[in-house]
């Protein structure tokens, strides 16, 4: 028996339909090898991992940034705080929840450590 036709016969077993059967085993031998598709999953897997990673690293980054802002608007709350008269204290405090002013928005920000850790 024809080593075509004996692998035509033992691959009608499987659910694919016969013209896409034909069309594989139409194929040069080396297109047919099991290389093909293990390489196309391992990059498959490669770039899935690559993407993760990019979302993580950008979580971390912005959990970072979060972490620093709390522990700047703690410090300035504790400064307020601090302030020994009670209209000193409530002006700070009133002065931390406005808005900052359009120069000062311009301006650096006071924080650089927020800034470096959004640069890298």
């Not at 196309?40 to 971390?60: D, K």
């Not at 979060?66 to 009133?94: I, N, P, Y």
């Not at 924080?111 to 640069?119: G, I, S």
Request: proline content about 8%; charged content about 15%; aromatic content about 6%.
């Amino acid at each position: 028996m024809n080593t075509r036709a004996a692998r035509y016969a033992a691959a009608s077993t499987l659910p694919l339909p016969r013209p896409v059967l034909a069309w594989w085993y139409g194929l040069p031998p080396a297109l047919r090898s099991t290389r093909w598709p293990a390489t196309l999953a391992f990059l498959t897997i490669l770039a899935l991992l690559m993407g993760f990673h990019s979302v993580v690293q950008s979580a971390v980054k912005q959990g970072e940034l979060l972490r620093m802002s709390v522990a700047t608007r703690t410090q300035a709350e504790w400064r307020c705080h601090a302030l020994q008269g009670d209209r000193q204290r409530a002006h700070c405090l009133r002065q931390l929840d406005e808005a900052p002013a359009t120069a000062a928005a311009n301006a650096p920000p006071e924080n650089t450590a927020a800034l470096q850790v959004a640069q890298r």
